[in-house]
């Protein structure tokens, strides 16, 4: 079983700065690699998919990179409706199976 | 609009059993499989697995393999989750998901379930 660790479990930044997420993998998932963001009480959005591919409607400050065993969320400026946690998640075409992480709660500073 | 419209929240006692459904709208129900995550209370997402609205193909995780049923209704746009033999740490909040491509792109409004004596 692939096992999705994110770093740092919690990030404090202030509004207007960069924010970078990790996400490693346990082994190669080639860019089969998903970023979520959940606020409280709501389901999760997907913001990346792909790695690197922005879901419909999601803001260019979002952006995904890496392949194989390592993964960033980096979103530019942040801003007040960014704070949330998010989640990493790999999948594996057949059969689907797919992992989270345990998330990064991204907290203002 | 796309969208995934979910049972109501529900208690059971441990031992019983819970069928939430998740009924899709907005797009062509069998051109996409479904996902069930699960989150207990102030903890992470667990993927309970997948269903084909095409053919009914199945993957379950691991971990509740034997006490997980996953099937759709094409007629309804429907799909279901029902878990078996529940325990308190069932006690979960339980979203239905579009699979599109390969990830999660649209969510049901999730659904309660507590399981307690």
């Known amino acids: 079983e692939i096992v999705m660790t994110q770093s740092p479990a919690t990030l404090s930044v202030s509004p207007g700065e960069r924010a970078t997420l990790s996400c490693r993998a346990s082994?190669?998932?080639?860019?089969?690699l998903a970023w979520y963001q959940q606020k409280p009480g709501q389901a999760p959005r997907l913001l990346i998919y792909?790695?690197?591919t922005r879901a419909t409607g999601i803001p260019a400050r979002f952006s995904g990179s890496g392949s194989g065993t390592e993964f960033t969320l980096t979103i530019s400026s942040l801003q007040s409706e960014d704070f949330a946690v998010y989640y990493c998640?790999?999948?594996?075409?057949?059969?689907?199976?797919?992992?989270f992480g345990q998330g990064t709660k991204l907290e203002i500073k | 609009q796309v969208q995934l419209v979910q049972s109501g929240a529900e208690v059971k006692k441990p031992g019983a059993s819970v069928k939430v459904s998740c009924k899709a709208s907005g797009y062509t129900f069998t051109s996409y499989g479904i996902s069930w995550v699960r989150q207990a209370p102030g903890q992470g997402l667990e993927w309970m697995g997948w269903?084909?609205?095409?053919?009914?193909?199945?993957n379950y995780a691991q971990k509740l393999q034997g006490r997980v049923t996953m099937t759709t209704d094409t007629s309804t746009s429907t799909a279901y989750m029902e878990l078996r033999s529940l325990r308190s740490d069932d006690t979960a909040v339980y979203y239905c998901?579009?699979?599109?491509?390969?990830?999660?792109?649209?969510w049901g409004q999730g659904t309660m379930v507590t399981v307690s004596s």
């Open positions: 998901a579009r699979v599109f491509p390969d990830a999660f792109d649209i």
């Open positions: 082994q190669s998932v080639s860019s089969n």
């Open positions: 792909g790695a690197s």
């Open positions: 269903i084909s609205a095409y053919n009914g193909n199945t």
């Open positions: 998640q790999q999948y594996n075409n057949w059969p689907p199976l797919y992992t």
